[in-house]
C-alpha cells in the first residue's frame, strides 16, 4: 500500500542578469521560483481501542454496554455480537462490560496526502572593482521564502468516533425516518452534530455514512523565511617575492523565521495519530571575516611554492551570543608535480529554530530492546531490581514466570521528541592532510591527478536527543533516575499491550554527545584523446572513501557507539564515472560500490552480528547535440536491476514498507529516462 516513489511534479522559473552603471560598477540580480506537487498513499489506518492514539486513551476498552441519559438503565449495543456481550467482563470498574479492539480501517481506503511547496528567492546588489583591478568589492541583498501547505485523509476524529460506538436501538422512531427500532448514537448531541452508529465488527461492516461522520482531513503548513544583507573586498594586499599576499574580508548580517501550524485535531492528539504541536520562532545574526593567503617562497630548489593562510569570522547570534570559528592551511610544493596541504580548523554550528523551539510531538521508534525482557521473579543483579521495581514489570512477571513481551508491546512504544530554548553551539575541531600528484612531466601520464586526504574531525556538544536506547539502557542497566523520568511503563495489561510493556520513552534535544570521524579520501581523475572521432576524449574519475571511525558518544565518558562498517556507514565506498564525448555527443557510465555494511551493534547488543552484502549499483547516461539550440539526453539508473539487501524488520535501519535502509540503497530498481534541452 506504501508509496516508495513519491510522484513529484516541479516547476522552475530562473533569470539573472546584470548591467554596467560605469566602468567600474555592475548591478546584477537574480530571480528564481520553484513551485513543486506531490502525492503518497500509505496503508488503511490501524485503530485501536487503547494507547496514547486509541479511541479510548484513558481506559484503553470500549464499552458493549451504556447507560441511558437521565435513567441509569444500562443497555447493550445492538451492533456488538450477542457472544462478545456475554463473554465481555467490566475491567475498568465503571459498570459496564468492555472490550479491547485492534482494526485496520478498510472502509476509509488507503491513507492519502499531498504537498505544495511554492519557494521564492531574489538577489539585488552591486559589484566593481578599485585600484585598477587591484581589489574586487560586492555588496548585495538576498531574499528567500518557502511556503508549504499538506492535506492528508484516511485519519479519523476520535471524539465522534467514541460517539459513534456509544450506541442504542431507538424507542419508537426518534430520528423521525419512519423506520422504527433502528440503532442510534446515544448522546442527544452527537445525533444533532450528524452522529452515525459506527459498526466495527466484521469486514466491511463501517457504513459510508458512519466513515464520512468519522473521517478527519489533516492540514499542516509551514514556511520559512530568510533575509541576508552582505558585503565583501578581496584583493592582493601586497607584493612578496614569492607573489601577491591575497586578503579578503566582508560582513553579513542574516534573520531567520520559520513557523509549522497543525490541524487543532492533530495539536490535540484526536485524529489517533502521532500528536504534533505548532511551531515558530526566529533569530539573527551578525558576522564578520576576515581571510589572508601569504606565498612565503617559490622557485627555488625543493620549494617550487611554500604558502601558509588563515581565516576567522566572527558571528554574533541573538539566541546563543558570540561564536567564533577559524582556519590555518599550509601548502608546500616540492616539485611542480606534487603538492602537500595541510589544515587545522574550528568551526561552530548554532541550534536552528526547531531545534531551539520545536514543542513535543509525538513518534513511534522502532528498533528498540527493552532491557528487561527475560528478568524472573528474583536474579538479574541491579539490572533485575531496577525492573522489578516498575509495578506492570512486577505484574507481568507474576503472571508470566518471566517479564514476557509480544511484538505488539515492542511496536507500541511511542514517544515525545522536542526542542530546548536553552541549548548551545557545536564546536569542532578538524584536521587534515593530503597531497595532490599531478605528473606534468611525464607524458603518459600528463593528464593524471591523484589525490589523497586524511581527514579528522570531533565534534563536541553534538545538538541531539539522547538515544532511546541509551535511556533504556542508563535507566535499568546503570539506575540513572535521570533517565528513568523519561520512560513511562504501562502498569497492567491493556487491550493490545501487556503489563509493563513500554508505552513512552520521551527524547529532548541537549548539548551533550561527542561525534568522531575519521577516514581517507582518494580521487584519481585521467583523460585522453582516442582520435577515432574528430576531438574525441576518453575521461574516467574514481573517488575512493574509507572510514576509519564514526564513533558517537551520547554523554562524555559514557560507552562508545561505534557506527563505521554499519549500514549507512560503510568502511569502503567507490563512485567511477567512465565517459566518451566528442563536441556533439556523450556517453557515460556511473559506477558505485557500497560495502559489506553490518547491523547496528547496539540493537543486537554486539559488533557484527547481522550483515547485508556489499553492492555495486550501475547507471547510463547519454547524450547528443542534433542542432546547436537542441540536445537529447536519456539514460538508465541501475542498469544491472541490482536489487537492495533485505533488512530484518524492526531492526534499527529498516524502513517500513521497504524492508531495506531506503536512504542508502536503491529500493526502485532498473528505470529509464529520456528528454530534450532546447535553447531559445
Known amino acids: 500500500y506504501r508509496t516508495l516513489a513519491v510522484p513529484v511534479e516541479r516547476y522552475l522559473f530562473a533569470t539573472a542578469g546584470n548591467y554596467a552603471l560605469g566602468d567600474n560598477v555592475n548591478f546584477f540580480f537574480e530571480g528564481t521560483y520553484n513551485k513543486t506537487s506531490s502525492s503518497r498513499i500509505i496503508e488503511p489506518f490501524a485503530l485501536a481501542s487503547d494507547g496514547s492514539t486509541g479511541i479510548y486513551p484513558a481506559s484503553g476498552v470500549m464499552p458493549v454496554e451504556n447507560y441511558l441519559p437521565g435513567t441509569g438503565t444500562i443497555v447493550a449495543n445492538p451492533l456488538v455480537p450477542t457472544e462478545i456481550v456475554n463473554a465481555a467482563t467490566d475491567t475498568d470498574g465503571d459498570g459496564l462490560r468492555d472490550i479491547g479492539f485492534a482494526r485496520r480501517l478498510s472502509e ?58 456509544a450506541v442504542r436501538s431507538e424507542v419508537g422512531d426518534e430520528n423521525g425516518n419512519g423506520i422504527a427500532g433502528e440503532s442510534i448514537c446515544i448522546s442527544a448531541e452527537a445525533r444533532a452534530n450528524g452522529c452515525v452508529p459506527a459498526n466495527i465488527f466484521g469486514a466491511g461492516s ?20 530568510q533575509h541576508v544583507a552582505q558585503a565583501n573586498i578581496s584583493g592582493a594586499l601586497f607584493e612578496l617575492p614569492a607573489g601577491p599576499v591575497g586578503v579578503a574580508v566582508g560582513g553579513e548580517y542574516r534573520a531567520e523565521s520559520s513557523y509549522s501550524d497543525n490541524d487543532a485535531l ?23 571575516f576576515a581571510e589572508i593567503n601569504i606565498p612565503i617562497l617559490a622557485d627555488m630548489p625543493g620549494i617550487e611554492l611554500l604558502e601558509v593562510g588563515g581565516a576567522v569570522r566572527y558571528a554574533d547570534y541573538s539566541t546563543i551570543g558570540g561564536v567564533t570559528s577559524w582556519n590555518v592551511t599550509g601548502t608546500w610544493m616540492p616539485i611542480e608535480d606534487i603538492r602537500i596541504r595541510g589544515t587545522f580548523a574550528r ?74 530554548p536553552n541549548l548551545g553551539e557545536e564546536t569542532a575541531d578538524s584536521w587534515t ?25 570531533e565534534i563536541e556538544d553534538v545538538i541531539a536527543s539522547f538515544p532511546r536506547q541509551f535511556s533504556l539502557d542508563q535507566c535499568y542497566a546503570e539506575g540513572n533516575d535521570t533517565f528513568c523520568g523519561l520512560i513511562t511503563r504501562r502498569p497492567s495489561d491493556t487491550a493490545t499491550n501487556s503489563a509493563g510493556s513500554i508505552e513512552y520513552i520521551d527524547a529532548l534535544a541537549v548539548n551533550a554527545a561527542i561525534l568522531e570521524t575519521e577516514g581517507v579520501d582518494v580521487t584519481a581523475s585521467w583523460w585522453t584523446g582516442l582520435g577515432l572521432l574528430e576531438g574525441d576524449r576518453l575521461s574516467a574519475r574514481v573517488a575512493y572513501t574509507h572510514v ?24 569502503d565506498r567507490f563512485t567511477t564515472n567512465l565517459a566518451y564525448s566528442t563536441d556533439d555527443f556523450k556517453l557515460g557510465f556511473t559506477g558505485t560500490f557500497i560495502g559489506k555494511s553490518w547491523e547496528d551493534d547496539q540493537f543486537f547488543g554486539e559488533p557484527e552480528v547481522e550483515s547485508v552484502p556489499a553492492i555495486f549499483y550501475l547507471d547510463m547516461n547519454a547524450s547528443y547535440k542534433i542542432h546547436e539550440a537542441i540536445e ?25 514498507g521497504a524492508d531495506t535502509a531506503a536512504d542508502v540503497y536503491d529500493v526502485f530498481g532498473r528505470r529509464y529516462y529520456l528528454g530534450a534541452r532546447v535553447r531559445f
Open 108 to 165: 476509509f481506503g488507503n491513507r492519502t496526502g499531498s504537498t505544495d511547496r511554492d519557494f521564492y528567492r531574489f538577489v539585488v546588489g552591486l559589484d566593481g572593482d578599485f585600484m585598477d583591478g587591484q581589489f574586487r568589492w560586492d555588496a548585495s541583498y538576498n531574499y528567500g521564502q518557502v511556503n508549504e501547505n499538506q492535506t492528508s485523509s484516511g485519519q479519523v476524529n476520535v471524539v465522534n468516533f467514541r460517539d459513534a460506538l
Open 206 to 225: 463501517l457504513s459510508q455514512a458512519a466513515v464520512d461522520y468519522i473521517a478527519a482531513q489533516g492540514t499542516y503548513q509551514t514556511g520559512i523565511k
Open 266 to 288: 492533530t495539536n490535540a492528539g484526536l485524529n489517533a495519530g502521532n500528536k504534533l504541536p505548532d511551531t515558530s520562532g526566529e533569530f539573527d545574526v551578525w558576522e564578520a
Open 347 to 420: 568551526a561552530v554550528r548554532a541550534p536552528n529554530i526547531g531545534e531551539l523551539y520545536a514543542g513535543l510531538s509525538q513518534t513511534f521508534p522502532s528498533g528498540l530492546q527493552d532491557p528487561c525482557e527475560g528478568i524472573g521473579a528474583t536474579g538479574g543483579g541491579a539490572l533485575g531490581d531496577n525492573c522489578r521495581a516498575a509495578p506492570g514489570v512486577s505484574n507481568n512477571i507474576a503472571a508470566n514466570g518471566v517479564f514476557t513481551l509480544t511484538q505488539g508491546d515492542l511496536q507500541g512504544i511511542s514517544g515525545f521528541n522536542g526542542g530546548n
Open 433 to 457: 592532510v593530503g597531497a595532490v600528484f599531478q605528473p606534468r612531466s611525464v607524458d603518459f601520464l600528463r593528464n593524471l591527478v591523484l589525490t589523497v586526504d586524511y581527514y579528522n574531525i
Open 548 to 571: 576509519i571511525k564514526n564513533d558517537y558518544t551520547p554523554l562524555a565518558g559514557e560507552d562508545v557507539d561505534p557506527a563505521a562498517g554499519e549500514i549507512g556507514t560503510a568502511k
Open 632 to 656: 537529447l539526453y536519456g539514460g538508465v539508473d541501475n542498469l544491472l536491476d541490482t536489487d537492495a539487501p533485505n533488512i530484518l524488520t524492526q531492526t534499527t535501519f529498516n524502513v517500513t
